[in-house]
């Protein structure tokens, strides 16, 4: 079992900048790939970013790409994602998750462990 636990979300005007963390607990984290997705309000889950687990390669949705870096620091179990040049649209509660896929496009229904959330609201 792994426990993630996301912080970091909150107000920011447009073009602004945040940085998300999701600490996991449990099982050890070096065994997982590690993604972003987000929910805007009245939309589908989407994926934004994932990390894999052995090489730290990532892979990034088209419309956050060149705005967003997702990190990890095995050593504080952590995984980040950096964001800069928030638009309205990144308006959406995000949420990490966890996979035992090693891949950068992973199913999403392969996606073993989910945080709660943070709410993350670009205003105009």
């Known amino acids: 079992q792994v426990e993630l636990v996301e912080s970091g979300g909150g107000l920011v005007q447009a073009g602004g900048s945040l940085r998300l963390s999701c600490a996991a607990s449990?099982?050890?984290?070096?065994?997982?790939?590690m993604g972003w997705f987000r929910q805007a309000p009245g939309k589908e889950r989407e994926f934004v970013a994932t990390?894999?687990?052995?090489?730290?390669?990532?892979n990034y949705a088209d419309s956050v790409k060149g705005r967003v870096t997702i990190l990890r620091d095995n050593a504080k179990n952590t995984v980040y994602l950096q964001m800069s040049s928030l638009k309205p649209e990144d308006t959406a509660v995000y949420y990490c998750?966890?996979?035992?896929?090693?891949?950068?496009?992973?199913?999403?229904?392969?996606?073993?462990?989910w945080g709660q959330g943070t709410q993350v609201t670009v205003s105009s």
């Open positions: 449990g099982r050890t984290f070096t065994y997982y790939a």
């Open positions: 998750a966890a996979t035992r896929w090693d891949t950068l496009v992973v199913p999403t229904t392969a996606w073993d462990y």
């Open positions: 990390i894999r687990r052995t090489n730290g390669n990532t």
